[in-house]
């Protein structure tokens, strides 16, 4: 009975180690949301923690959001991008576009980012850029 004991308790104090190595490695800090209205601002984030930009975006025209850069991918990493649809079925309806990023260690990076049709080879129509310092 005693043994069995024993290794029931090593067995959750094993799995309480694998869960918290866990939430140290995926960071499971805040999450900073950002819009077209942060453009040229900065923002102060914590290593682990989580930027999510949303832009209006209207692919039916052909255009989209497209990251351009990011100074220091040390600091800051794209974990994802995603397109989602307007609500409505009105022709030509804007959606939007999320990009999400991970604070990785201390310092600065910018984020740029701008909207054209890809296929064409003219400037922007539209630009962001957001400074993140992490703390």
């Given at each position: 009975?005693?043994?069995?004991?024993?290794?029931?308790?090593?067995?959750?104090?094993?799995?309480?180690?694998?869960?918290?190595?866990?939430?140290?490695?995926?960071?499971?800090?805040?999450?900073?949301?950002?819009?077209?209205?942060?453009?040229?601002?900065?923002?102060?984030?914590?290593?682990?923690?989580?930027?999510?930009?949303?832009?209006?975006?209207?692919?039916?025209?052909?255009?989209?959001?497209?990251?351009?850069?990011?100074?220091?991918?040390?600091?800051?990493?794209?974990?994802?991008?995603?397109?989602?649809?307007?609500?409505?079925?009105?022709?030509?309806?804007?959606?939007?576009?999320?990009?999400?990023?991970?604070?990785?260690?201390?310092?600065?990076?910018?984020?740029?980012?701008?909207?054209?049709?890809?296929?064409?080879?003219t400037?922007?129509?539209?630009?962001?850029?957001?400074?993140?310092?992490?703390?």
């Open positions: 009975m005693r043994r069995i004991l024993l290794i029931g308790f090593a067995l959750i104090l094993m799995a309480a180690i694998a869960v918290g190595t866990m939430a140290a490695t995926t960071g499971g800090g805040k999450t900073i949301n950002a819009d077209a209205s942060y453009s040229g601002k900065q923002v102060e984030l914590s290593v682990g923690d989580s930027l999510v930009v949303t832009l209006a975006s209207n692919v039916t025209t052909g255009y989209s959001w497209s990251l351009t850069g990011i100074s220091d991918e040390s600091v800051l990493q794209k974990s994802g991008n995603q397109y989602i649809a307007p609500k409505t079925n009105l022709m030509g309806a804007a959606g939007k576009e999320v990009w999400t990023f991970k604070a990785l260690k201390k310092g600065d990076s910018t984020i740029s980012m701008g909207y054209s049709r890809p296929w064409e080879s400037s922007p129509v539209e630009t962001f850029s957001l400074t993140i310092v992490v703390n």
